[in-house]
């Protein structure tokens, strides 16, 4: 049985659960959600090392839309 931890495909679904949680934090809490959207980072970072590790073709990092900039990327 594999490992979903080596599995980029794990650490692209992490991702994306980071930053739709932090799509519910846009207007509450923008610091919270700067803070996810850098996580969603970190494990777009880690698939691309799963993939690196296993040999495969790496999957086109995840960006998010325009609109989830960072304010002071803005």
Known sequence: ???PIKS???WR???????EKA???RYAAPREMCRLLRVAEEYDK???RSAE????????AAEP????????QR
């Open 1 to 3: 049985m594999d490992d």
């Open 8 to 10: 980029q495909k794990y």
């Open 13 to 19: 679904g992490r991702a994306r659960a980071t930053r």
């Open 23 to 25: 799509k519910q934090l």
């Open 46 to 48: 880690l698939a691309g």
């Open 53 to 60: 590790w296993q040999g495969s073709a790496q999957l086109p």
């Open 65 to 72: 839309p325009e609109s989830w900039a960072r304010p002071e």
